[in-house]
């Protein structure tokens, strides 16, 4: 029917498009409606999927009464070395390639087939198949990719579970992926760094897999390990929300007993520091305050000036994300000093661009001006590019308040480029907004309009931050349509996304940007003086009892024909 089709098409992916699956789950369709037979399906644990695909039909041969019965068919025609390979391909999720298939499947050589040819054979027998979700240019390495289907991966890892050495194969498959993410450097653009983020992209079901293994069989230490390598990895790709939930287990899971260990006390620190800020990146200010200065109290007991540095600066970008620059900017300058005292090239760069933000916000542009260009010079001279990003940027956005927009695009095209190299999506979205008003400064409101959609886009999966910037520069591009044609068509519009703008900033808990407050307070008066003031309240109202969803579903769907004049 129209109403369970969806959930028919899911159970129809989730056996990997099987006729004989298909049909026995069919099968219990009479017992079981489709959303529990989806839901057994997808159990987490993988004990319900198989046992599921049992009750063929009386007079089929005895491999083809059930899926486990046909896929155990084919392993005992295998050879015995062919069976060990088989079984322990079962440790990887999504797929794999042969040098990770040789790392975790024979790294001490101790079975006589060569993984080459075994993946081969498998391959020849339909056990494995080639991965052809990513093209060739896609891939992270000069190697194909080979991947079970769901069915067979879940025998394959059933009988590798009810061997002995499970243990062995799953902390071999953990070390190999904990490897890749501890060598994977978010900061650098280099090829390898690029090939390496591939790789973690490909390979995400594996990293998962190897997490949860770690944090459920391996002693802390490790966890928090592997829990750090990826934090960054999680911030650049904008996975908030689910990097926060692991490293919230891997805290959880520290024992008392540990709290002993300056070494574990230390990493606990770094932990909490990162949990705190991808709840900075989701707009979750209470429960980041607690996690950082929860930090700054293990660093200061380790006498750490560095950690100490470190949770302040990010303290401060708590209030500065609260428009508390009272509380900010002391933090800032603070922090600066300790990383100047510390001479570490690299978090004086970060300590200058921080700051150089906040005093360019504050509207001393001068002084933001010589605080950027320092960290755009120490990012180059270190290739950091989240530095070098960042810089550029904010010196754009800079340049964008003083009235500077055909400088600002330079820098922010530049900014842009870096952040599409790195795929740091949320930074794309902050330079597309900041280039929707320098566009929007030199008269191009089409294009404005454009940035401004495809950063809200962005924005509606990731970091929410720059949302109400957004919807108040869309307002601004409505008054430009209607000043233009001489008509207030538009302006209803625009008192709508001031009031979502507005609702935006209490739902984030967050102020409008003190350069920004004039900007607001002139466009709100010439809506309003327009409109006149029932029009405006009602508009605005309008925008006021939106969702941030509803918000953003409403930006999206502003839609203008004809705007090549304008």
Known sequence: TEENAPVVAAICARLDGLPLAIELVAARAKILPVKALLARLQDTQGHAHLNLLSGGARDLPGRHK????????????????????????????????????????????????????????????????????????????????????????????????????????????????????????????????????????????????????????????MAMTFGLSLSRYWELRGYYSEGRDWLERIVSAQSVSDETDPGVRAKRASLLLSVGRLNLYMADY????????????????????????????????????????????????????????EGNKTTIANSNWALGIITGELGDFERAEELLNKSLAMGRELDDTFVTFGSLRDLGTTLCYKGEYGEAILYLEEALALARDAHFRVGVSWCISALGFAKLGLGDYARAEELFRESLDIVRALDKQRTADSLEGMAEVELARATREGSNDHLPRAATLLGAAEVARRILSTKIIPVRVPVRERLVSEVRSRLGDGEYEKAYALGETMSLEEALSYAGRLRHMGDADL
């Not at 240019?137 to 009988?159: Q, V």
């Not at 280099?190 to 459920?216: M, P």
């Not at 950082?292 to 401060?316: D, F, N, V």
Request: proline share 2%.
């Open 286 to 341: 209470s429960a980041a305050r607690t996690l950082l200065e929860e930090s700054l109290t293990i660093a200061s007991e380790l006498g750490s000036e560095s950690m100490i540095a470190s949770a302040r600066g990010h303290l401060g970008h708590t209030a500065w994300m609260q428009g508390d620059y009272a509380v900010a900017v002391p933090l800032y300058e603070l922090c600066l000093r300790m990383r100047e005292q």
């Open 66 to 221: 059930t899926l486990r019965d046909a896929i155990g068919w084919s392993y005992s025609l295998l050879s015995s070395e062919e069976q060990v390979l088989f079984r322990r391909l079962g440790a990887f999720s999504g797929g794999f390639t042969l040098p990770a298939a040789e790392a975790v499947c024979n790294a001490d050589s101790d079975h006589n087939l060569d993984v080459f040819e075994g993946v081969s054979l498998l391959l020849h027998k339909n056990l494995l198949k080639r991965d052809t979700t990513q093209g060739e240019s896609e891939s992270a390495e000069d190697e194909p990719r080979f991947m079970m289907l769901e069915t067979i991966r879940e025998y394959a890892r059933e009988s590798l579970e009810e061997s002995a050495e499970a243990d062995e194969i799953r902390l071999l498959h953990a070390e190999y992926f904990l490897a890749i993410a501890s060598s994977f450097d978010p900061l650098m653009v280099s090829e390898n760094e690029r090939l390496l983020g591939i790789r973690l992209d490909q390979d995400y079901d594996n990293v998962r897999a190897a997490l949860a293994w770690t944090i459920e069989n391996r002693p802390v230490d």
